[in-house]
């Protein structure tokens, strides 16, 4: 039988000694050292993707950082969709809706969300679970409201086209001619009393102009009042129909006279100052059924949504009024 020469260290006589090794002890040494090291490389490459990761790891963290951070993006876009539907849903309930009288939709019929939270359950198992249901949530939210809103405007059509006429008989103009919104000197809620000084309640808006400015009616209609009233001083008080009604006060001339029919549009009279007045200014009231209204919401076909916007912000300003 073959053998393999093998030296050991012989340390009583302080030198090397051969040995003959049989194949099998020759094996069993090199199958040692063979174990021995396959498991040292283990350790080493499991201790080596431990700490540094490998490679297919980095990419799936790669990508997963960019779905997230897309997945950021998709939600502060829809915030920003979100907020463009609630101004358009402000708009139709408070002009569009007020103009036409139709029943309010309302904030938390627009916001309603869904209601069967199970369906977001998958979703809760994945990474950043938060932030993919907020978006799952948002994305069902505009879903809704851009539903809701096309439904509102199909029913605002459907009034237009049945109550054509009655369109020119809304008040939807301002009384004097103010593209540039600089005659505003104040609105429609409680002002200080320029006489008494006192909170009070101002049921219109004051605007002021030079004496001699053209008043303009704001719908077609029928001239109820045409004269001296009070506080009012000169003023003219039109019927246009279907609940609704104006008032134009402080004139300095008056160019109608009572059940006079007028169109929108036609000059009606003068600013003046007259009655309880502090200075030129025409002072504009909005009835509808009896109650008085905001007539910043009845500009709808004299301003731009831009104008409209200023003018509201304008006509809540606090201060005193002219009257």
Known sequence: MAHWIHYKYNRKKGRYERRKLSRWNHFFVVLRHLLSGTIIGALLFYAF????????????????????REYKMLNARLDEALGVLEDIGRRDDNMYRVVLQGDPIGEVARMQMVRNMQRYDSLRSLSDADLVVSVAQKMDLVERQLHRQSQSFDELLEICRT??????????????????????????????????????????????????????????????????NRGYGLCVTIDHGYGYETLYAHLSKKLVNKRQRIKRGEKIGEVGSTGKSTGPHLHYEVHYRGKVQNPANYYFLDLT???????????????????
Not at 49 to 68: D, N
């Open 49 to 68: 993707i431990s700490w540094f990761g490998s490679p297919y790891k980095w990419r799936v963290e790669q990508e997963h950082e960019l779905l997230k």
């Open 305 to 323: 949504p831009e104008q409209y916007e200023e003018l509201i912000e304008k006509s809540e300003t606090e201060g005193q009024v002219m009257d």
């Open 163 to 228: 109550q054509e006429d009655r369109l020119k008989h809304v008040p939807a103009i301002q009384p004097v001619s103010d593209k540039n919104l600089k005659r505003v000197a104040s609105g429609y809620g409680w002002r200080i009393d320029p006489v008494y000084h006192i909170r009070r309640m101002h049921q219109g808006m004051d605007f002021a102009a030079e004496i001699g400015t053209d008043v303009f009616a704001t719908g077609d209609g029928v001239v109820v009042q045409a004269g001296y």
